[in-house]
């Protein structure tokens, strides 16, 4: 029995399990949960007991229910370890980690779908909405295109000639910053890098407009 994920073509979150799931070659398939139709397919009774939480991703591994895209993402190397996100050595290893925590912790929660709904709904902020996107964008890209420079960032990757964990959390995130037309001049090595994986086909194919629930 394959693998199932409950996704959102748009959802960076998702994105990046999709990306994992390409990279190791695990067949799965994927269960679409509109964001945004009818309210939001997250917050139908059926989907809530899945993911009390009404997020995507979930992932389903026979017996096994996740939440949570870095836990998924982690839970994945360890069942299918090969091919490696992680490299051997623990301070890669932890390099890369924090890489994809940046991400996962600093840039993106600011700009999820649920933030930019209570601006838009709650807060009456539609008109700013944008520049708060691209400012906590470009903020969190600043440091980490920083980091990218210490780590004399040579290799066609985050770290090296093969796609790893940050990288997997990376693509999404830069996606996403290029839809909403944020600049990205000021960051050339994470420019590279993301011409770099979207030649791939793991990268490709998890691209939101590569998803069955794809809209024009």
């Not at 990306?19 to 989907?47: F, S, T, V």
């Not at 623990?90 to 912790?105: E, G, K, N």
């Not at 440091?143 to 940050?166: I, K, S, T, V, W």
Request: hydrophobic share 35%.
């Amino acid at each position: 029995m394959s693998i199932i994920l409950y996704s959102y073509y748009r959802s960076s979150a998702s994105f990046r399990v999709r990306i994992a799931l390409n990279i190791k070659r695990i067949d799965y398939q994927i269960r679409p949960i509109h964001l945004l139709r009818n309210g939001g397919e997250q917050h139908r009774e059926d989907y809530l007991r899945l993911n009390p939480q009404g997020l995507v991703p979930t992932l389903i591994d026979g017996d096994t229910m996740l939440t949570q895209s870095s836990a998924i993402i982690e839970y994945l190397e360890e069942m299918y370890p090969s091919p490696a996100l992680l490299p051997e050595s623990p301070v890669d290893r932890a390099y890369m980690r924090s890489l994809a925590q940046l991400i996962a912790c600093d840039i993106h929660p600011l700009n999820n779908l649920r933030v930019l709904q209570y601006l838009k709904d709650t807060l009456n902020y539609d008109d700013t909405r944008h520049a708060w996107y691209c400012h906590w964008v470009q903020n969190g890209l600043s440091a980490l295109e920083l980091l990218l420079e210490q780590h004399d960032c040579n290799g066609l990757y985050c770290l090296g000639d093969r796609p790893g964990m940050a990288d997997v959390f990376l693509i999404p995130q830069v996606y996403n910053a290029l839809r909403f037309n944020c600049e990205m001049h000021e960051f050339p090595l994470i420019s590279r890098i993301y011409e770099n994986c979207m030649q791939q086909s793991a990268f490709q194919n998890a691209a939101p407009e590569n998803q069955p629930d794809a809209e024009d």
